[in-house]
């Protein structure tokens, strides 16, 4: 099964809503809770990458039999060094996106130690593309 | 420890209309929303003094029964729009977070 959402940037009244309907098509395919956790945290923090950071962006999400595919395109500022971000606290998050508890310099981190596989390509100027693997 | 026993012992103030019976074994306290995604677990009481609608959109994601707010936090109103949408209940304590999570460690750790 498949799932696209467009996601709109800086609007984080509706950040987690992906996440929210993803959460809700796994439970009803009886999918194990603990894989259910790994793949709404994930997922979550993709979806707030692109809120906090890009113009606006995509999700999709496959829902396969031996797996569950997430592909985030976004069109922002893009990662300058990729491997930078991904260090545990490192953030370039704004001011009033830490205020509200975001831009920890956590969620990569949180994406990696959830995914089984979880590649990133970035643009500097362009975007970013993410591309997570969770088994089944 | 039932969510209503915290409650009362707790003098929490009920911002709307909480599942009391669901029982709670630890807690989580951080105002880092990456840290409880990453770290909370499920059926634990998190307590915050982020009051924004993500909130509760982070404990209904986490399986997360319910929030406290500390130092008297007032939720925004689509947080507890969304609470309630989400079947979280949110809550209030007058204390800051050091002295709600002593309380409440004592209330749940005497009561095991």
Same mark, same amino acid.
């Given at each position: 099964?498949?799932?696209?959402?467009?996601?709109?940037?800086?609007?984080?009244?509706?950040?987690?809503?992906?996440?929210?309907?993803?959460?809700?098509?796994?439970?009803?395919?009886?999918?194990?809770?603990?894989?259910?956790?790994?793949?709404?945290?994930?997922?979550?923090?993709?979806?707030?990458?692109?809120?906090?950071?890009?113009?606006?962006?995509?999700?999709?999400?496959?829902?396969?039999?031996?797996?569950?595919?997430?592909?985030?395109?976004?069109?922002? !500022?893009?990662?300058?060094?990729?491997?930078?971000?991904?260090?545990?606290?490192?953030?370039?998050?704004?001011?009033?996106?830490?205020?509200?508890?975001?831009?920890?310099?956590?969620?990569?981190?949180?994406?990696?130690?959830?995914?089984?596989?979880?590649?990133?390509?970035?643009?500097?100027?362009?975007?970013?593309?993410?591309?997570?693997?969770?088994?089944? | 420890?039932?969510?209503?026993?915290?409650?009362?012992?707790?003098?929490?103030?009920?911002?709307?209309?909480?599942?009391?019976?669901?029982?709670?074994?630890?807690?989580?306290?951080?105002?880092?929303?990456?840290?409880?995604?990453?770290?909370?677990?499920?059926?634990?009481?998190?307590?915050?003094?982020?009051?924004?609608?993500?909130?509760?959109?982070?404990?209904?994601?986490?399986?997360? !029964?319910?929030?406290?707010?500390?130092?008297?936090?007032?939720?925004?109103?689509?947080?507890?729009?969304?609470?309630?949408?989400?079947?979280?209940?949110?809550?209030?304590?007058?204390?800051?977070?050091?002295?709600?999570?002593?309380?409440?460690?004592?209330?749940?750790?005497?009561?095991?």
């Amino acid at each position: 099964m498949e799932y696209l959402f467009e996601i709109e940037g800086a609007n984080f009244s509706v950040a987690g809503n992906a996440s929210s309907t993803i959460k809700r098509a796994l439970k009803q395919r009886n999918v194990d809770p603990a894989k259910i956790k790994r793949i709404v945290v994930a997922l979550f923090e993709a979806e707030i990458n692109v809120v906090a950071h890009a113009d606006h962006g995509t999700i999709r999400v496959l829902i396969e039999e031996n797996q569950v595919q997430m592909f985030v395109k976004d069109y922002g !500022p893009g990662i300058e060094d990729v491997d930078l971000a991904m260090s545990e606290g490192y953030s370039t998050a704004s001011n009033s996106v830490r205020e509200m508890g975001f831009g920890a310099g956590m969620g990569l981190p949180n994406i990696k130690r959830n995914a089984d596989v979880f590649e990133i390509e970035s643009i500097k100027g362009l975007g970013t593309n993410a591309h997570i693997i969770i088994y089944l | 420890m039932k969510l209503s026993e915290i409650i009362k012992k707790l003098d929490l103030v009920v911002l709307n209309a909480a599942n009391e019976d669901e029982d709670i074994k630890s807690a989580y306290a951080s105002d880092l929303l990456s840290d409880v995604m990453g770290n909370a677990e499920a059926e634990e009481l998190w307590i915050t003094m982020q009051t924004h609608k993500n909130v509760a959109a982070i404990a209904s994601l986490k399986d997360i !029964p319910a929030v406290v707010l500390i130092n008297n936090g007032k939720p925004d109103v689509d947080m507890l729009e969304h609470a309630n949408l989400e079947n979280v209940a949110v809550l209030v304590t007058n204390l800051a977070c050091y002295e709600f999570c002593a309380k409440l460690y004592n209330l749940i750790n005497c009561e095991l």
